[in-house]
Every structure is written in structure tokens, then in C-alpha cells.
């Protein structure tokens, strides 16, 4: 049998370069290969503050995003999860081995609490365990995410094997596949590029003149320090997305150009923007096609679903038989 990968991103606005080089990247690489369910995980969506009238639109912008990029029907199912009830089932019977202290300590819990002081909800601590079953729902192996996601998985495998250890072999142990973009920076100059800070993404459907605007705020320095690139701030984040589109040829000769006092930012930006722009630009192409044809948009988010549901609940099966339900 082949193994299966599961991923999922949240519907919070269009897919940014974050998104695409640290998940469907390798979304991407895995469908050739294995039996893959990529998900828009609309029940994570909502543990933060949200609309709940354009929560529907979001949501079809992420499968419209995921077939542009190249997600391909025939390969992988593309679940909603929300359609999928399993997933809250498997959620809350996961949630009753594993302990709270766990999850109150996870990074990604308290980064949430200080961003939304007022909307700390039950749905936010149990954000790693319906991400758990979200994967072990479908028997999943291989999880493309990016580093941020690491604690994530840790829990996953953790709620695993104490599930096997309880009621017997059941899950396999997911491991994070793991992208050359598992970390792309902000564009303001710190931390990860992320849909949440303004001024820190580009959009996969962003033209040449939107990228070039975007990176042309991301702050440098007077370009007379020389030496070695820097670690962190806004030079080294342009340094990483070079690497990243660019090359290493083009990569070097900044560097080198950098090492020695004469780098030119106007010209690494525009460098930099053409590289990215050149690997986005068939995605706008496809999008526009996929947009047009809801049809056929619709019949894929059906059959995919319906798909999805029928191998859930054989995992449900067995689950709640095990646990003697
Ligand atoms: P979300 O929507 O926050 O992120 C979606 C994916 O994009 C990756 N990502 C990045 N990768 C590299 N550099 C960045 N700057 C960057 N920003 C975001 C994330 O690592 C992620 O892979 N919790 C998940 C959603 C989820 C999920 C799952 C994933 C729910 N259930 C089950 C896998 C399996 C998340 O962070 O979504």
C-alpha cells in the first residue's frame, strides 16, 4: 500500500509565498508519489476572530488556490474539512487521552493568547488535536507544513503512540516532510512571512508592479557595512528569498557584492522580484481558468468529499471499536 499524506492550510485569505514554499511545494513533490488528501481546514480557521459571511468565499479561494498551484484531482482528494465530520469526532476521543498541561505550554497556543487577549476559546487549546486527527483520521505518514509546525507534529506523534499503547496498533507515527522553503521570512524585516502581518507577504496571485511595490519597502541598510551577511533583520531576509528564487549564481554574486561594499538594493529588489514573479506567474494564468469553471470546481470539492468521508469513517470503525464505543 502506498503511504498516505495528509496537510492542510486554514482559510484566512489567499495563499502566500509562505504557504506555497513551506506546504504545497511539497504537497506538490508527495502527490506523484503517494495517496495524498490535502485539506482547507475551515474548523482551525475559526479559533481565532473571524466573518462569518465571507468564511464561504475564503474557503473556495483556498481549493481555487490549490488548483492553480497545481494541485491535481486526479492525484490527491481535496477535502473541506469541515465536510467531514470525523475530524470532530476523532478530535474530541484524541482529546480524552492527552493531558491539558501539554497543550497550554505549546508556543503556538501562547503566541495566540497574546495576539487575541479576549478570544482565548476552547477550540484554540485544541487546535493541536483536531490537527492530530486531522492526519491520523486518514492514517497519515507524511505531513508537508513548515517548521513553524514542528510543535504540532511533536503532538501528533505523541497522541500516536499513546493511543497504540492503549488500545493497540492503530496509527502509523507522522513525520513533517520537510520543503527548502520550510522557512520563508517576513518582508518587514522580522520573523516568518505570515497572512497575519500586513506589510510581510506576497500573494501567489500577485503581479509583477504588487511584488515589487511589497519588496520595495522591505528595509535594508546604507549598503557600506560589508563582511558577512547578516543572521536576522531585513538584509538577511532579502539574502534567504534570493537564495530561495534567485539561485545560487545570483545569490553568490550579492554576497560577494555585499562583502565587499558596493551591493545595490534597487537592483537586488529587482532581481529578487523578477525571480519571483517568473515562478507565480503561470499560477495567475491557471487561477483565472479555474475561476471561470465553477462547475468543474464544484464537482471536485463533491467527489473529493465524498471520498473522503467513506475512508474516515473506516478509521472511525476501528477507533471506537478499540476504545469499546
Ligand atoms: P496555516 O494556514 O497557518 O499555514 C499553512 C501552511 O503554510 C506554512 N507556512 C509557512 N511555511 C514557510 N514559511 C512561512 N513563512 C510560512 N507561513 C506558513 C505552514 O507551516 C503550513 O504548512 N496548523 C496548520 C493547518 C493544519 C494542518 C493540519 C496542517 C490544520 N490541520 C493537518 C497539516 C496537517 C497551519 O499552520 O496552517
Known amino acids: 500500500m502506498k ?32 495517496d495524498c488528501v490535502f485539506s482547507v481546514v475551515d474548523l482551525h480557521t475559526i479559533t481565532v476572530p473571524y466573518e462569518p459571511d465571507t468564511l464561504g468565499v475564503s474557503i473556495r ?45 505549546l508556543p503556538t497556543y501562547k503566541d495566540k493568547k497574546a495576539q487575541y ?10 487546535y493541536p488535536v483536531l490537527m ?8 497519515g505518514e507524511l505531513v508537508p507544513v513548515g517548521i513553524d509546525q514542528k ?3 511533536e503532538v501528533m506523534r ?14 502509523p507515527e507522522p513525520v513533517r516532510f520537510k520543503t527548502p ?4 521570512p517576513s518582508l518587514s524585516g522580522t520573523g516568518k512571512m505570515s497572512k497575519s502581518i500586513e506589510g510581510s507577504f506576497i500573494n501567489l496571485t500577485d503581479d509583477l508592479a504588487t511584488i515589487q511595490k511589497r519588496l520595495a519597502s522591505a528595509p535594508t541598510d546604507s549598503g557600506e557595512v560589508g563582511g558577512d551577511i547578516p543572521e536576522s533583520g531585513g538584509v538577511a531576509n532579502l539574502f534567504s528569498l534570493l537564495r530561495l528564487f534567485a539561485g545560487k549564481e545570483v545569490y553568490s554574486k550579492f554576497m560577494q557584492d555585499y562583502k565587499d561594499k558596493k551591493i545595490r ?4 529588489k529587482e532581481v529578487l522580484a523578477n525571480a519571483i514573479f517568473k515562478e507565480l506567474k503561470p499560477f495567475a494564468e491557471k487561477r483565472k481558468e479555474f475561476e471561470a469553471n465553477t462547475k468543474l470546481v464544484d464537482e471536485v470539492i463533491e467527489s473529493s468529499n465524498n471520498a473522503c468521508r467513506q475512508l474516515a469513517e473506516e478509521t472511525m470503525r476501528e477507533v471506537r471499536e478499540k476504545m469499546g464505543l
Do not use: W
Request: net charge neutral.
Open 181 to 184: 522553503g520550510e522557512y520563508v
Open 117 to 126: 487577549p479576549k478570544y482565548v476559546n476552547m477550540g484554540l487549546l485544541y
Open 132 to 139: 492530530a486527527a486531522d492526519v491520523l483520521l486518514y492514517k
Open 61 to 105: 479561494n483556498i481549493v481555487l488556490d490549490y488548483l492553480a498551484a497545481g494541485l491535481d484531482p486526479k492525484k490527491c482528494l481535496l477535502e473541506i474539512q469541515s465536510r467531514v465530520p470525523q475530524h470532530t469526532e476523532l478530535a474530541y476521543l484524541l482529546s480524552t487521552i492527552y493531558p491539558v498541561s501539554r497543550l497550554e505550554d
Open 158 to 171: 505523541e497522541i500516536a503512540r499513546k493511543f497504540n499503547s492503549m488500545f493497540g496498533d492503530t496509527f
Open 3 to 34: 503511504k498516505r499524506v495528509y496537510s492542510g492550510i486554514r482559510a484566512t485569505g489567499r495563499l502566500h509565498l509562505g504557504n506555497y514554499m513551506g506546504a504545497v511545494k511539497g504537497m506538490l513533490e508527495l502527490q506523484d508519489k503517494y
Open 265 to 268: 538594493y534597487s537592483e537586488l
Open 151 to 153: 510543535p504540532h507534529l
